[in-house]
């Protein structure tokens, strides 16, 4: 629905009243869930047994709001050699596992810059046991090549009307609550971010409360130059 002066006052109050319940949601759910770093990239390890000698390993995450996934594997081993990530990111903490069907190691660690340090525990292996602590170093960032500057700034600019109107997900010059209920499920890790780009305001491969405030104002106010 798109919100002008001619629509009743009944139906912009109703509008209205449904937008800051979403924003409600958004504010006591969303920002808690919201992750303050975003790991994506590739990494190099060196995991500190408490016994024996350091290890070298190779991680790759890829982070969805605070879903991690991605691969693991160590150089020469003979069953850690593409073992899978499952975790989340809670504010600057990690907290998963590498595994597959022979091997699992839980992993805990905080984030600061391009760095993870943490501690590892292995239940379940064939090739490896015991506990220590690790380092992971980030090498490269594995949306740098392919993805961002060449799909995503396109996007906002093709489309006469959403160049820079924040939430307008289909472009077609206003926001709707339907593309805000889009763009919390976005913030929440429901849904890619690929279906509302023109949520993204800064690009960053994220949506924040503060962008939802924006397609929130623009739905009450009209998008500019609609």
């Known amino acids: 629905m798109k919100i002008t002066e001619s629509t009743p006052w009944h139906m912009r109050r109703l509008v209205r009243l449904r937008l800051w319940l979403i924003l409600g949601f958004v504010g ?5 869930a919201h992750a303050a770093v975003n790991i994506t990239g590739q990494y190099t390890g060196v995991a500190h047994p408490t016994k024996g000698n350091d290890v070298a390993f190779n991680v790759t995450f890829s982070q969805t709001g605070t879903t991690v996934t991605g691969t693991m594997s160590v150089p020469g081993s003979q069953c850690l050699v593409s073992l899978q990530v499952s975790g989340t990111v809670n504010g600057t903490t990690l907290s998963g596992s590498f595994h597959d069907a022979m091997s699992t190691i839980n992993i805990s660690g905080t984030v600061s810059g391009d760095q993870i340090n943490g501690t590892y525990s292995i239940p379940v292996s064939p090739c490896a046991n015991g506990s220590g602590t690790f380092t992971l170093t980030k090498i490269t960032s594995a949306t740098a090549t392919p993805t961002p500057t060449a799909t995503s700034t396109p996007s906002f600019t093709a489309t006469p009307g959403s160049k820079s109107c924040v939430g307008d997900c289909n472009g077609n010059g206003q926001v709707t609550v339907d593309e805000i209920l889009t763009m919390v499920n976005i913030a929440l ?12 305001a800064n690009h960053d491969l994220q949506i924040t ?3 939802i405030l924006s397609a929130v104002n623009n739905a009450l106010t009209n998008c500019p130059g609609a």
């Open 189 to 200: 890790g429901n849904t890619s971010i690929s279906a509302c780009e023109a949520g993204d």
């Open 28 to 32: 006591g759910n969303a920002l808690m």
């Open 209 to 211: 409360v503060d962008e």
